[in-house]
């Protein structure tokens, strides 16, 4: 699919890979819909984005735990754009020790990475066959194939999305909508700082490393662009860009 003059949804899109996936997107010609629970932030790159008078991205505040938000955020690509082409359920959170702490905050971390992204992949199903198909990428992480000791929760969810995009491979043939996901290592942004604060990661950080968000938003643009992905994830490392993890579905 070519990127000029798609419509795309982002969900998380005010910060990190998000922002930065939004800017790659508006600089090939494509409309974005930013969401986010970082008002400020959103409003920033809104201003960034949107230059000369022209309507290049839309804010909107958007807690993805509240499916009304996310059904805002496909009712205004509609009505502002004529309909969506595009979705990347990039929301996520992560807490270190999330499952150890004794509270539930581990709950909110599978609303957010998990829930979130299924019913964004719902709305996206909906959407996208108005538009005769499209592409639906889901933010996974390396996580959830080594999983991380002091964060298991925040490892299931990101696991759990790579299954789950895998589970749609069929779509590509039934309605011509093109699921994946990308897994990334590590890379600078407000979550893997948040997950990373601790002495275990250095265990982690040694066998994953770090690869520039450059790299990451890569692998966003190349799902985009190449048609024969589906059901696949890309996986982002220091050692390979661009590896293809794919698995057939039952």
Known sequence: MQIKDKVVII??????????????????????????????????LLTELNQNNKVNAIFIFCDVTNFDHLSQLFDTAQNTFGGVDIVCNNAGIGKKNEFYDQTNSWIKIIDVNLNAVIKGTQLGIQYLKKRGGGVIIN?????????????????????????????????????KIR????????????????????????????????VPIDDVIDAFIRIIQDDKLAGDTIAVTKNDKSKI?????L
Not at 196 to 208: D, P, Q
């Open 11 to 44: 969900t998380g899109g005010a910060n990190g890979s998000g922002a930065a996936l939004a800017r790659r997107l508006v600089s090939e010609g494509a409309r974005v819909i930013i969401g986010d629970v970082d008002r400020k932030a959103g409003e920033e």
């Open 139 to 175: 933010t996974a992480s390396m996580s959830a194939f080594y999983p991380m000791r002091y964060a298991p929760i925040y490892s299931t969810t990101k696991r759990a999305v790579v299954g789950f995009t895998q589970s749609l491979r069929d779509l590509k043939d039934t309605d």
């Open 179 to 210: 699921v994946n996901a990308v897994a990334p290592v590590f890379f600078v942004s407000n979550l893997t700082q948040g997950l990373i604060k601790s002495k275990r990661h250095e265990e982690s950080t040694k066998k994953l490393g770090f």
């Open 245 to 249: 993890i794919s698995k057939s579905s």
